[in-house]
C-alpha cells in the first residue's frame, strides 16, 4: 500500500532526576561583578623566580578561596529572610509527601518555585495541600496561583502573609542587559534532603547545548530538596532557578534560566488562586510546545547515511544526541549497526509521566552468515521485540495500525500506534515501527517515537519519518 494511503486512513479508532525530594541519570533538584581571572602564566620562568612565584600564587589562591568563602557567607545572610522551604503535605495530616525550595519574588507573600514541587497539589488537591517554613521556622498555608509546566516553574503565595513579611524583602532578578559571562561564580540556595537552607558555590558555564528547552549549565552539587530554589550572581539577583542534577556525572546540574520565570511572573502575579482541575490549562501549554517542537523538528533535513543499500532516517543533532553501536565484525551469527537519538529533556507532568520529546532509531542488519530462513527468523523477532505499551492511569492503552508500504522504491512492513492522554485532552503518543521486506538476508528495522503531540503532528511525524527510508539503486 502506498505511504500516503496509510497515513491518510485517518486512525479514526487510534483518535533528566528532579530534585525535589523523590525521583534517577536526571534527578531534578529538587548578580553582577564577576571575580577577576588570574592572569595567564608565562610559558617558562627563570629559575630563580620560580619558588617566589609559586608562593605569591598561594597567597593569592588563599585569598581567591577567602573572597568567594566570603561571597557565599554574604549571600546566603542575604537571601536568608527570602528563601523557604516549600512542603506538600496530605490533606488530612501534617505528615509530608515531599519537599523543595522556593524564593520571595513579591511584597504580598508571591513565592517562586518549581512545577514539579507542587505537582501532587496541582493534579490531585483533594489528597495533598501546600505549606512553607522560612529559615527562622515561621510557617503557613500556600495557594497554588499560576505554572508553567514546560519550563517547570510554579508561582505559589502565602494564603495569609505574616505581619513580619515586609521586612523580609524580596529577590530581585538579574537585568537582562547585563547577561552572565562563562565561568562567573554563582550561587544556589536550598534546603538539600531536608536536613537545614544551605548555599552551594558553583559555575556558570553558560547554555546546555544542543538542547531544545533552554537550561543553563551549573558546575556545582545540587542536592534533592533544592528544587525551585533561587540561583544568585554576586550581588544577590537570581539568574536560574534550580531544577536537575546527572546522576551519572560529577557537579553537571540544571538550572531554568531567570527570564522564563520573570515571564511566569509578569503573567500570573495577580492571579486568583487555582481551585479547578489544571488538566486543561496544561494541555493548553503541551499543545503549544508541541506544536513549535513538530515544526522544528520537520523543517531538518535528515542526515546523509553512508549504507551502501539504504536511506535510513537519522535526525540533525541541533537538539538531539544520537549514539551509535555494532557487533564485531567477526561475529558468526547477525550483522548490525545501530544508531540511538534521542532528546535530553522532556517535560514533568507527574512522577510517572514525562512528556514532549522525540526519539529515532534504527538497525542495520547482515545476515549473510545466516541463511535466508535464520535470517527471516530472527529479524521476525527483532520485530516483535517492540513494545508498544500499554494502558496506564496517564495513558490510554495503544491503537495500532499494521500494513506494507513501500517509499522511494523500498517495501516496508510498518506498524503505527497512538496512545492518548486520560487527562489531557488532544495529546497522544505516536510509535511507528517499520522493517524492510525487499531482500533475503539484509535489511533495515526503526522506530520513531514523539510523546505529546497532536493527532495532526503525530499523522504529520509519521509521514516525515516514514519519508526518510529509501532503496539506494546502484550506481
Given at each position: 500500500?502506498?505511504?500516503?494511503?496509510?497515513?491518510?486512513?485517518?486512525?479514526?479508532?487510534?483518535?533528566?532526576?528532579l530534585?525535589?525530594?523523590?525521583g534517577?541519570?536526571?534527578?531534578?533538584?529538587?548578580?553582577?561583578?564577576?571575580?577577576?581571572?588570574?592572569?595567564?602564566?608565562?610559558?617558562?620562568?627563570?629559575?630563580?623566580?620560580?619558588?617566589?612565584?609559586?608562593?605569591?600564587?598561594?597567597?593569592?589562591?588563599?585569598?581567591?578561596?577567602?573572597?568567594?568563602?566570603?561571597?557565599?557567607?554574604?549571600?546566603y545572610?542575604?537571601?536568608?529572610?527570602?528563601?523557604?522551604?516549600?512542603?506538600?503535605?496530605?490533606?488530612?495530616?501534617?505528615?509530608?509527601?515531599?519537599?523543595?525550595s522556593?524564593?520571595?519574588?513579591?511584597?504580598?507573600?508571591?513565592?517562586?518555585?518549581?512545577?514539579?514541587?507542587?505537582?501532587?497539589?496541582?493534579?490531585?488537591?483533594?489528597?495533598?495541600?501546600?505549606?512553607?517554613?522560612?529559615?527562622?521556622?515561621?510557617?503557613?498555608?500556600?495557594?497554588?496561583?499560576?505554572?508553567?509546566?514546560?519550563?517547570?516553574?510554579?508561582?505559589?503565595?502565602?494564603?495569609?502573609?505574616?505581619?513580619?513579611?515586609?521586612?523580609?524583602?524580596?529577590?530581585?532578578f538579574?537585568?537582562?542587559?547585563?547577561?552572565?559571562?562563562?565561568?562567573?561564580?554563582?550561587?544556589?540556595?536550598?534546603?538539600?534532603?531536608?536536613?537545614?537552607?544551605?548555599?552551594?558555590?558553583?559555575?556558570?558555564?553558560?547554555?546546555?547545548?544542543?538542547?531544545?528547552?533552554?537550561?543553563?549549565?551549573?558546575?556545582g552539587?545540587?542536592?534533592?530538596?533544592?528544587?525551585?530554589g533561587?540561583?544568585?550572581d554576586?550581588?544577590?539577583?537570581?539568574?536560574?532557578?534550580?531544577?536537575?542534577?546527572r546522576?551519572d556525572?560529577?557537579?553537571i546540574?540544571?538550572?531554568?534560566?531567570?527570564?522564563?520565570a520573570?515571564?511566569?511572573?509578569?503573567?500570573?502575579?495577580?492571579?486568583?488562586?487555582?481551585?479547578t482541575?489544571?488538566?486543561?490549562?496544561m494541555?493548553?501549554?503541551?499543545?503549544?510546545?508541541?506544536?513549535?517542537l513538530?515544526s522544528?523538528?520537520?523543517?531538518?533535513?535528515?542526515?546523509?547515511?553512508?549504507?551502501?543499500?539504504?536511506?535510513?532516517p537519522?535526525?540533525?543533532?541541533d537538539f538531539?544526541?544520537?549514539?551509535?553501536?555494532?557487533?564485531?565484525?567477526e561475529?558468526?551469527?547477525?550483522?548490525?549497526?545501530?544508531s540511538?537519538?534521542?532528546?535530553?529533556?522532556?517535560?514533568?507532568?507527574?512522577e510517572?509521566?514525562?512528556?514532549?520529546?522525540?526519539?529515532?532509531r534504527?538497525?542495520?542488519?547482515?545476515?549473510?552468515?545466516?541463511?535466508?530462513?535464520?535470517?527471516?527468523?530472527?529479524?521476525?523477532?527483532?520485530?516483535?521485540?517492540?513494545?508498544?505499551?500499554?494502558?496506564?492511569?496517564?495513558?490510554?492503552?495503544?491503537k495500532?495500525?499494521?500494513?506494507?508500504?513501500?517509499n522511494a522504491?523500498?517495501?516496508?512492513?510498518?506498524?503505527?500506534?497512538?496512545?492518548?492522554?486520560?487527562?489531557?485532552?488532544?495529546?497522544?503518543?505516536?510509535?511507528?515501527?517499520?522493517q524492510?521486506?525487499?531482500?533475503k538476508?539484509?535489511?533495515?528495522?526503526?522506530?520513531?517515537?514523539?510523546?505529546?503531540?497532536?493527532?495532526?503532528?503525530?499523522?504529520?511525524?509519521?509521514?516525515?519519518?516514514?519519508?526518510?527510508?529509501a532503496?539506494?539503486?546502484?550506481?
Amino acid at each position: 500500500m502506498p505511504l500516503n494511503r496509510l497515513l491518510r486512513r485517518r486512525c479514526a479508532r487510534l483518535s533528566i532526576l528532579l530534585l525535589a525530594l523523590a525521583g534517577a541519570p536526571w534527578a531534578h533538584a529538587t548578580s553582577p561583578v564577576a571575580h577577576p581571572a588570574a592572569p595567564a602564566s608565562p610559558l617558562a620562568k627563570p629559575a630563580a623566580a620560580a619558588a617566589s612565584s609559586a608562593a605569591a600564587q598561594a597567597d593569592n589562591d588563599a585569598d581567591d578561596s577567602s573572597n568567594l568563602s566570603a561571597s557565599a557567607r554574604r549571600l546566603y545572610d542575604f537571601g536568608r529572610p527570602r528563601l523557604l522551604q516549600v512542603r506538600t503535605l496530605l490533606r488530612d495530616q501534617d505528615s509530608q509527601a515531599s519537599v523543595g525550595s522556593g524564593s520571595l519574588v513579591g511584597a504580598d507573600g508571591l513565592i517562586l518555585t518549581n512545577y514539579h514541587v507542587v505537582s501532587q497539589v496541582a493534579l490531585e488537591p483533594q489528597r495533598y495541600r501546600l505549606n512553607y517554613q522560612t529559615v527562622d521556622g515561621a510557617k503557613g498555608a500556600l495557594q497554588l496561583i499560576a505554572f508553567d509546566v514546560v519550563h517547570d516553574l510554579a508561582l505559589v503565595r502565602m494564603a495569609t502573609p505574616p505581619p513580619t513579611l515586609a521586612a523580609r524583602g524580596t529577590f530581585e532578578f538579574r537585568p537582562a542587559a547585563t547577561p552572565l559571562s562563562q565561568g562567573e561564580r554563582i550561587f544556589s540556595l536550598g534546603n538539600p534532603l531536608d536536613v537545614g537552607f544551605a548555599v552551594v558555590e558553583g559555575t556558570y558555564n553558560g547554555m546546555v547545548e544542543r538542547s531544545f528547552l533552554p537550561q543553563i549549565l551549573f558546575s556545582g552539587s545540587l542536592n534533592p530538596g533544592m528544587s525551585g530554589g533561587p540561583v544568585l550572581d554576586d550581588r544577590g539577583h537570581i539568574v536560574g532557578v534550580n531544577v536537575a542534577t546527572r546522576r551519572d556525572g560529577q557537579q553537571i546540574s540544571f538550572l531554568v534560566p531567570g527570564e522564563f520565570a520573570q515571564a511566569l511572573i509578569a503573567r500570573g502575579a495577580h492571579a486568583k488562586p487555582i481551585t479547578t482541575s489544571v488538566e486543561a490549562e496544561m494541555a493548553r501549554q503541551l499543545l503549544a510546545h508541541q506544536q513549535e517542537l513538530t515544526s522544528r523538528f520537520v523543517a531538518l533535513p535528515w542526515r546523509e547515511t553512508k549504507h551502501a543499500h539504504y536511506s535510513v532516517p537519522v535526525p540533525q543533532e541541533d537538539f538531539m544526541r544520537c549514539w551509535g553501536s555494532s557487533n564485531p565484525s567477526e561475529s558468526k551469527g547477525l550483522s548490525f549497526e545501530r544508531s540511538d537519538c534521542q532528546m535530553d529533556t522532556a517535560i514533568f507532568i507527574n512522577e510517572s509521566l514525562r512528556t514532549g520529546d522525540l526519539a529515532v532509531r534504527h538497525e542495520v542488519y547482515d545476515g549473510s552468515k545466516l541463511g535466508a530462513l535464520r535470517f527471516a527468523e530472527e529479524a521476525g523477532q527483532s520485530f516483535r521485540n517492540e513494545g508498544m505499551g500499554r494502558r496506564t492511569h496517564d495513558l490510554t492503552a495503544p491503537k495500532c495500525q499494521e500494513d506494507f508500504v513501500e517509499n522511494a522504491g523500498l517495501p516496508m512492513r510498518t506498524v503505527m500506534c497512538l496512545r492518548a492522554y486520560r487527562h489531557l485532552p488532544g495529546l497522544y503518543d505516536v510509535a511507528v515501527l517499520s522493517q524492510s521486506v525487499d531482500a533475503k538476508t539484509e535489511g533495515v528495522q526503526g522506530r520513531f517515537d514523539a510523546r505529546g503531540v497532536s493527532f495532526e503532528n503525530a499523522m504529520l511525524l509519521a509521514t516525515h519519518y516514514l519519508k526518510g527510508f529509501a532503496w539506494k539503486r546502484s550506481p
